[in-house]
């Protein structure tokens, strides 16, 4: 289909791939030819990318599109084995045990039909072991002691196999530029960001997750109940750490994304007119011309957060027919940070070098925690129960809920920069249809440039690119989400077997985690 005319005069046709060798100014425009017949020489296809083309597996028909008949198996496997073990000690002492694990595994996450390496697919496995011990101990006839420990282990692996972490690129395709002596398979993106044109099965291939995660939740509770006349009086507290700990390995091997400008008309500055594309991203791909790169140096954060709580109750039989509950709890919780303050965060209210002094910046954790601990989580409670007559009972209650401190939603799979130790390097057009990176010659740059800015403010943006910075933490993070909860009920009983009941039951939150609001929304 003709969209347009160039320069020259020429046809301009839908998906036709433009050499990039052939790049001149006609006129104050840049233009290049088209390929005859819309087809690459051989001699001018990337060596790299031809190896790596030689890992795509040949079509199953013989159609232009819709070629490749989809083969593929995916299955998964789950167990959960428990022991549970009782022993009494006496008329006054026992003491259980219980363990149970989680199990889960899948060979490959994703059904695409493309074999390792080249498979964006993942290979998933969690074991998740609990582990409790508790003591119940009658101290005398009216006291009564529970002490328990417990902890949590989880461990998810949310990774390409090891023929693609240990996949050696370099000996393998001649691919230069890894981070890591055992130099993954790159991960391609964009291949198939154009429709209809032979390759429409992914976008990607290659590496695309290398996690490998680690949360131990150690706890500790007890409480003291004592039974005295009408009260029965309840004092007690718990203790709990969350250590997170992510070995990501994602993007050490490289990272190259590929566009249709490289094989597109320069002059049009953009990869379509008149609705209809120009140039071709696999074109691109298999002339080895990235229109950006990136590379990580792998990362190994430690998150750490300790809380703790004590309450004192009471259960108050007033007369025979009024019940009270009432009681306190004091909660104390923080929020996720870094066991080495090796982690940093987008400051909206900083000054920028790289950024000509606008506001927002990178500032780390080094020079202090970004979140503030909510130090007043204090939540009364009361119930009552009122015996109106012998069939009618009146319940009500209300009291003051605190919710857990958000988690890491995975926060460190995003690559921390600037903290001395870990970073990224990123290597993108300096114009419309040039190339970030090719394949042949790699990713060019000394081992210490992942060091380079360290605790600098300006960090981000990088030198003639535009590159996002790091992620923002909420510096109320430390306040945990608050519920007000209130009910009352009535109970009647209407025959013998026969009982009704009418509740009302209400509750507000306030500072209650969401992800629905969009900090870079346009409100003009």
Not at 117 to 123: A, V
Not at 150 to 172: F, K, Q
Not at 476 to 496: D, K, M
Request: proline residues 7%; neutral net charge.
């Amino acid at each position: 289909r003709r969209v347009g005319v160039d320069p020259r005069g020429r046809p301009i046709r839908e998906k036709e791939i433009y050499a990039p060798l052939t790049t001149r100014v006609l006129n104050g425009k840049i233009v290049r030819d088209p390929f005859p017949g819309n087809i690459i020489p051989m001699r001018r296809i990337d060596p790299i990318a031809a190896k790596i083309q030689s890992l795509i597996p040949p079509a199953t028909s013989s159609s232009a599109v819709n070629n490749f008949a989809l083969l593929d198996h995916s299955s998964q496997t789950m167990m959960i084995p428990s022991v549970k073990i009782d022993q009494n000690f006496g008329p006054t002492s026992k003491v259980s045990f219980y363990w149970s694990e989680f199990r889960h595994d899948e060979p490959k996450a994703s059904v695409d039909g493309l074999p390792w390496p080249i498979s964006p697919g993942r290979k998933q496995t969690t074991r998740t072991n609990i582990f409790r011990l508790n003591l119940d101990k009658t101290l005398t006839s009216d006291m009564f002691l529970h002490f328990g420990i417990g902890e949590t282990r989880y461990l998810h692996s949310d990774s390409a196999p090891p023929s693609v972490l240990d996949y050696g690129a370099e000996a393998n395709l001649g691919l230069v530029g890894c981070s890591i002596s055992s130099c993954p398979f790159p991960e391609l993106t964009g291949l198939g960001s154009l429709s209809g044109a032979g390759f429409t099965d992914t976008s990607d291939i290659g590496l695309t997750n290398a996690g490998f995660y680690t949360e131990n939740t150690p706890t500790v509770v007890g409480s003291l109940t004592w039974a005295k006349g009408n009260h029965s009086y309840k004092a007690g507290g718990e203790w709990h750490e969350d250590l997170w700990t992510d070995l990501e390995s994602v993007g050490t091997g490289g990272v190259y994304n590929f566009a249709s400008s490289e094989t597109g008309l320069p002059y049009l500055q953009a990869p379509s007119v008149n609705g209809g594309d120009v140039g071709f991203p696999y074109a691109s791909f298999l002339l080895g011309q990235a229109d950006s790169a990136s590379v990580r140096n792998g990362q190994e954060p430690n998150m750490r957060k300790y809380g703790y709580g004590l309450y004192v109750q009471d259960t108050w039989k007033a007369t025979s027919k009024l019940t009270l509950d009432y009681g306190l709890r004091y909660d104390y919780q923080q929020a996720y940070s870094e066991s080495r303050n090796r982690l940093s965060e987008f400051a909206p209210s900083i000054s920028n070098p790289s950024a000509g002094g606008l506001l927002g910046a990178t500032k780390y954790q080094s020079n202090g925690k970004f979140t503030k601990t909510y130090p007043y989580a204090i939540g009364p409670r009361i119930g009552i129960a009122y015996e109106l007559n012998s069939k009618t009972v009146l319940r009500g209650g209300w009291g003051i809920v605190y919710g857990a401190t958000p988690g890491t939603q995975y926060m460190t799979g995003t690559q921390i920069i600037g903290t001395g130790g870990w970073g990224v390097l990123d290597f993108s057009s300096t114009s419309f249809g040039s190339p970030g990176a090719v394949l042949q010659n790699g990713l060019q740059y000394p081992t210490s440039a992942f060091t380079a800015g360290a605790l600098s403010a300006g960090i981000r943006p990088s030198p003639g690119q535009i590159n996002p910075p790091p992620y923002y933490i909420d510096p109320q993070a430390g306040r945990p989400a608050r519920t007000n909860q209130y009910n009352i009920t009535v109970e009647r009983q209407l025959a013998r077997n026969l009982a009704l009941e009418a509740s009302y039951v209400g509750n507000r939150g306030v500072w209650l985690q969401s992800d629905l609001m969009d900090l870079n929304a346009n409100t003009a």
